[in-house]
């Protein structure tokens, strides 16, 4: 019979554009594209997730690699900011500075400073320091202090002398004489005016040595209670000293520390840091007295000034955390590798004397700090892979707190080191960018997801093909062409383009929104314009790339072909054969996609056991494929199961098939060959089949439609072309067809054809040449039909079975009367 209403017709395996629809020369004449093309969903969610200022209001962008995900984001981010400024709204960005904490030494404080303030603040403190050292040197160096000074000294040790020489006398009245040494005073006992030895005192008689140690007793409690009052002298000089050193440094110091008070009156943190360090200013004005002349210490040891990292003018350090002095507008902050410590900051430390230490000038911001008051993009996969961001990123949204932690923490390790800064407000603007799967797995599995990323912007892959998008589309070229310095492309060129990017889709009436790949096909085809050293990039030099392209990715598609020409790989292009039909699969290996025929049989037998899928039995089939062989039973009860069940038993297979096999585009393929099996029909070698089915005998769309139909062209190519050999593929499937011109030109010379059914019962006309056979009224089909054959054979089998189930039986009853 002939199946010349099955196919299809040549304009219709592509989409064809035509150049001459273009109002343009070159894409020279366009205006490059600055908006975004088909992305009207997710652009308004993303100007909907930046306006929203209330917590929890993240962005999640979802979409496919290419889809300009990142870059719809920056350029509304950046028009955001334009519009507000516009508004006059004010954006509420700052610097950020970590000071020391005097109360919590080992959690320092940080500072919010406007914006570009934050070195200003350090070189004001460091200053200060510079300016205490410079007057209090001056003022304790000066004359004034030192006679003052020298006044409370010598006042006190006039009244220490005047006591001891009180006692001194008095000693010597009773004949005593009161000695310096070096363990303290002594009384030496006299006699006649001169001081006796120890010797010459225990010589005396024992009644004088006894009334001498009497009266020695006496002047030494006396002598005791002199010197506890020269000490209360010497306490109350040294107090004198500190509040007349205290009062010099406050007069000295209290017209630095105002000027600088004033400035900052209205920031409540640094005017109370401020305060706190004149305070300790006054308590520490040793360090200011003397020239820094210190001594060297030994080798090996250090100075006990930086014991252990302290130093005396630290509290005068001041960390300039983040630094948006250089931002205009809001920071809009992109990390590519979001670490833990390139995410939220580290504290690094210094070895001392087998130690780590630290401070607070050691504290490094990360990626969500300095994004603070703007926006941080980051990779939702590069969040979840590395340990311990994606909890540590939760809670920063959920608290709006920023602080430094120990990355070792977070792992459960033990840090060397207790400094814990204090944490700051947060105002960041997340976007996480990933795909709808990460999306889904996120939402069903993390139930603080929702809470913290409210808004999701969904990128489509694919737009349609308007004029106004073709139109978009060349000026999306010619905007590459300005922004990467290459050479422009005329109508044709950009038609080639138009029609790559339709392919992509696998639609003739879409065109891929995946820029990225497009920007790849434009640079590619302007080299090979320039190798040329053609003024404009035409539709050959698009066609070059494209082929250029497949040749250096299809090496693992060409050793398959390789090795069906050798026969290594079983698959007839010609000639009929019962139960077996060649099947289409599609291989994709990363960048690489290409359709590979695979031949596949079935056998039928008496029996009870269905449908069997050898795949499933080894363990070779996915959960799909084995829903489309059920679907292959449900099939044959509802059709030839009406009044008899159906006794068989087939075996159905991939032949050559190791590495497994899914999905249910082959459904078809196998009913086809379970049909020919039971009728005993062959089926044409020459057309391979692809497409799935359902229950009611209904061919269904399947993917890679274009890469199947290439993929078994370019096979029987190798083994010659006869003029009858094709593909045959779901009619729902022809809007999906953009096969490549050499099959194009195939079918329209003949030497190929392509078909198209929306029925098993059409497309086992194709393969078999048999009429289908429609059903009657009383349930037979007319004879000599394909349905008519397998009623009759499914009948003469459910016979067969019964009439062995009888001799089964009487065979079992003469067994038992024995």
């Known amino acids: 019979m002939k199946n010349s209403r099955y196919e299809v017709p040549p304009e219709k395996l592509r989409w064809h554009c035509d150049p001459a629809q273009f109002d343009f020369d070159c894409t020279k004449d366009l205006a490059p594209l600055h908006e975004f093309i088909g992305q009207d969903r997710a652009i308004r969610a993303i100007e909907f997730g930046l306006s929203m200022e209330r917590d929890g209001y993240n962005i999640y962008l979802s979409g496919l690699t290419g889809t300009g995900k990142t870059s719809v984001a920056k350029t509304y981010i950046q028009k955001l900011i334009g519009e507000r400024e516009k508004r006059g709204d004010e954006y509420h960005v700052h610097d950020w500075c970590y000071i020391h904490n005097f109360a919590q030494p080992y959690r320092p404080r940080m500072?919010?400073?406007?914006?570009?303030?934050?070195?200003?603040?350090?070189?004001?403190?460091?200053?200060?320091?510079?300016?205490?050292?410079?007057?209090?040197?001056?003022?304790?160096?000066?004359?004034?202090?030192?006679?003052?000074?020298?006044?409370?000294?010598?006042?006190?040790?006039?009244?220490?002398?005047?006591?001891?020489?009180?006692?001194?006398?008095?000693?010597?009245?009773?004949?005593?004489?009161?000695?310096?040494?070096?363990?303290?005073?002594?009384?030496?006992?006299?006699?006649?005016?001169k001081a006796l030895s120890q010797e010459e005192f225990l010589a005396l008689e024992e009644s004088e040595r006894m009334g001498m140690e009497e009266v020695r007793n006496g002047l030494r409690k006396k002598l005791e209670a002199v010197f506890e009052a020269a000490q209360e002298v010497e306490r109350e000089v040294s107090e004198r000293l500190l509040k007349s050193d205290r009062d010099v440094a406050e007069f000295a110091i209290t017209r630095l520390y105002e000027k600088l008070t004033s400035k900052y009156a209205d920031n409540a943190d640094i005017a109370q840091y401020v305060a706190d360090l004149k305070s300790y200013t006054l308590d520490n004005i040793e360090m200011f007295k003397s020239p820094e002349e210190k001594a060297e210490p030994a080798p090996g040891l250090l100075s006990d000034g930086a014991k252990f990292g302290a130093d005396p003018t630290l509290p005068f350090m001041v960390n300039v955390f983040v630094d948006n002095g250089a931002t205009v507008g809001p920071p809009i902050i992109t990390e590519t590798n979001p670490n833990y410590v390139n995410l939220f900051g580290k504290i690094e430390r210094r070895f001392i004397l087998g130690g780590y230490v630290s401070d607070h000038t050691m504290i490094k911001p990360g990626a969500v700090h300095l994004a603070n008051g703007g926006y941080l993009l980051l990779s939702a996969v590069d969040v979840l892979t590395n340990p311990g961001v994606w909890p540590a990123l939760k809670r920063a949204l959920k608290t709006k707190e920023l602080g430094i932690e120990e990355p070792f923490e977070q792992l459960g390790m033990f840090s060397p080191q207790g400094l814990r800064p204090l944490p700051a407000p947060s105002d960041v603007k997340v976007i996480l960018i990933g795909d709808a799967m990460l999306y889904q797995l996120l939402s069903a599995h993390d139930e603080d997801f929702w809470e913290i990323f409210k808004v999701k912007a969904d990128f489509d892959y694919e737009v349609s093909r308007t004029p106004d998008n073709m139109l978009s589309f060349a000026a999306f070229i010619a905007g590459c062409c300005e922004e990467c310095e290459l050479r422009h492309f005329d109508k044709s060129g950009?038609?080639?383009?138009?029609?790559?990017?339709?392919?992509?889709?696998?639609?003739?009436?879409?065109?891929?929104?995946?820029?990225?790949?497009?920007?790849?096909?434009?640079?590619?085809?302007?080299?090979?314009?320039?190798?040329?050293?053609?003024?404009?990039?035409?539709?050959?030099?698009?066609?070059?790339?494209?082929?250029?392209?497949?040749?250096?990715?299809?090496?693992?598609?060409?050793?398959?072909?390789?090795?069906?020409?050798?026969?290594?790989?079983?698959?007839?292009?010609?000639?009929?054969?019962?139960?077996?039909?060649?099947?289409?699969?599609?291989?994709?290996?990363?960048?690489?996609?290409?359709?590979?025929?695979?031949?596949?049989?079935?056998?039928?037998?008496?029996?009870?056991?269905?449908?069997?899928?050898?795949?499933?039995?080894?363990?070779?089939?996915?959960?799909?494929?084995?829903?489309?062989?059920?679907?292959?039973?449900?099939?044959?009860?509802?059709?030839?199961?009406?009044?008899?069940?159906?006794?068989?038993?087939?075996?159905?297979?991939?032949?050559?098939?190791?590495?497994?096999?899914?999905?249910?585009?082959?459904?078809?393929?196998?009913?086809?060959?379970?049909?020919?099996?039971?009728?005993?029909?062959?089926?044409?070698?020459?057309?391979?089949?692809?497409?799935?089915?359902?229950?009611?005998?209904?061919?269904?769309?399947?993917?890679?439609?274009?890469?199947?139909?290439?993929?078994?062209?370019?096979?029987?190519?190798?083994?010659?072309?006869?003029?009858?050999?094709?593909?045959?593929?779901?009619?729902?499937?022809?809007?999906?067809?953009?096969?490549?011109?050499?099959?194009?030109?195939?079918?329209?010379?003949?030497?190929?054809?392509?078909?198209?059914?929306?029925?098993?019962?059409?497309?086992?006309?194709?393969?078999?040449?048999?009429?289908?056979?429609?059903?009657?009224?009383?349930?037979?089909?007319?004879?000599?039909?394909?349905?008519s054959r397998v009623a009759t054979q499914l009948q003469s089998m459910a016979s067969k079975m019964r009439q062995s189930r009888v001799a089964l039986k009487e065979n079992h009853s003469d067994v038992e009367s024995s």
């Open 494 to 787: 950009v038609s080639r383009v138009m029609e790559y990017a339709s392919r992509l889709v696998a639609d003739q009436e879409k065109l891929s929104s995946r820029f990225a790949f497009i920007k790849e096909l434009v640079e590619e085809a302007e080299y090979w314009a320039r190798k040329d050293g053609a003024k404009l990039v035409d539709e050959d030099h698009v066609q070059r790339a494209i082929e250029e392209r497949r040749f250096r990715h299809n090496l693992p598609d060409e050793r398959l072909k390789e090795m069906i020409e050798e026969g290594t790989i079983l698959i007839d292009t010609e000639g009929s054969v019962v139960g077996q039909v060649n099947g289409l699969a599609v291989y994709t290996m990363g960048d690489l996609m290409f359709g590979k025929p695979s031949r596949i049989t079935c056998r039928t037998y008496l029996g009870r056991g269905g449908v069997i899928n050898i795949e499933r039995e080894s363990n070779l089939s996915g959960s799909t494929h084995d829903k489309g062989i059920l679907i292959l039973s449900g099939y044959m009860g509802w059709k030839f199961a009406q009044d008899n069940p159906l006794s068989l038993s087939a075996s159905i297979c991939f032949e050559q098939s190791y590495g497994g096999v899914d999905g249910d585009s082959a459904s078809s393929a196998e009913l086809y060959v379970l049909l020919s099996s039971i009728a005993n029909v062959p089926i044409r070698q020459e057309i391979a089949v692809t497409g799935s089915v359902n229950q009611r005998g209904e061919v269904q769309p399947i993917g890679g439609a274009n890469q199947k139909i290439e993929g078994f062209y370019q096979i029987c190519k190798a083994k010659g072309l006869t003029g009858t050999q094709g593909v045959m593929i779901p009619r729902r499937n022809m809007r999906n067809l953009m096969l490549r011109e050499e099959v194009v030109q195939a079918v329209r010379e003949g030497k190929f054809h392509v078909y198209a059914v929306d029925s098993i019962d059409e497309g086992i006309e194709i393969l078999t040449g048999i009429p289908a056979g429609k059903r009657r009224k009383d349930g037979s089909y007319a004879s000599r039909t394909i349905n």
């Open 111 to 193: 500072v919010q400073v406007p914006e570009g303030k934050g070195h200003e603040f350090k070189d004001d403190i460091s200053n200060l320091l510079q300016h205490l050292k410079k007057d209090m040197a001056k003022v304790f160096e000066s004359e004034d202090y030192k006679a003052q000074k020298k006044e409370i000294v010598e006042e006190g040790q006039s009244r220490q002398q005047s006591v001891f020489g009180e006692l001194r006398a008095e000693a010597l009245k009773k004949g005593f004489l009161i000695q310096m040494t070096q363990v303290g005073a002594a009384l030496v006992p006299m006699k006649d005016g």
